[in-house]
Every structure is written in C-alpha cells, then in structure tokens.
Nanobody
Framework: QVRLVESGGGLVQAGGSLTLSCAAS????????MGWFRQAPGKDREFVAA????????YYEDSVKGRFTISRDNAEMTMYLQMNSLKPEDTAVYYC?????????????????WGQGTQVTVSS
C-alpha cells in the first residue's frame, strides 16, 4: 500500500521561502516518477514539478522554473519542494503524487497515488 504524506506548508509573505516534504512508503519507488501538483480554490489541479526517483532527472512547469527546486533523498524515502521567491499566485493546496512511468507528467489523471495535501498561503 503506497502512502504519501506531505508536510511543511504554511503562511509566508511574498518573496519568502518554504520547503515542502513528502514522506513515501509502501513500495520500492525505483523507476517511479514522483511529483508535486497544486490546486487553488476554484481551479483545476495543476502540475508543478516531477523527479525520477532513480535518475534524479527533473521537470518543471514554466511558471516555477528558477524559483522551485524538486529533490529527493532515497535513503529517507522523502521528496522535497524548495520554494523561493513565492508569489501570492502560488497560494494553493500542494499535493505529492507518484506514478510508474515518466510519460504524460502534466496530467493529474495519469498519476495513481496521492497524498492528502498541504496548504501554502502567500500573502501580498
């Protein structure tokens, strides 16, 4: 049983930083893609970033490139999202997700496992 648990959300002023964590358990994630999505009120869930658990290759949505960094610690079975230069439009519930391949990363329907989400609020 795959289990993903996010933590690290909170309230931060614009321009500030937060680091989200996703603790993964329940299987070996070798070859899996791990990712972050976010959902703002009234909007669809959108892709933020992904990392290949084995190779460490990363992929980012354009609006977060240069501001967010995704990483993972294989030994701790934990994925991170370092978020810098935060903007009010980054306010959303952030979800951790995993799936068994690297294709079609941007569509949340292609991801099979989800965490419960953590709220990030950026004040102006």
């Amino acid at each position: 049983q795959v289990r993903l648990v996010e933590s690290g959300g909170g309230l931060v002023q614009a321009g500030g930083s937060l680091t989200l964590s996703c603790a993964a358990s329940g299987r070996t994630f070798s070859g899996y893609a791990m990712g972050w999505f976010r959902q703002a009120p009234g909007k669809d869930r959108e892709f933020v970033a992904a990392i290949n658990w084995s190779s460490g290759n990363t992929y980012y949505e354009d609006s977060v490139k240069g501001r967010f960094t995704i990483s993972r610690d294989n030994a701790e079975m934990t994925m991170y999202l370092q978020m810098n230069s935060l903007k009010p439009e980054d306010t959303a519930v952030y979800y951790c997700a995993s799936r068994g391949s690297w294709n079609g990363l941007g569509d949340p329907l292609n991801w099979g496992y989800w965490g419960q989400g953590t709220q990030v609020t950026v004040s102006s």
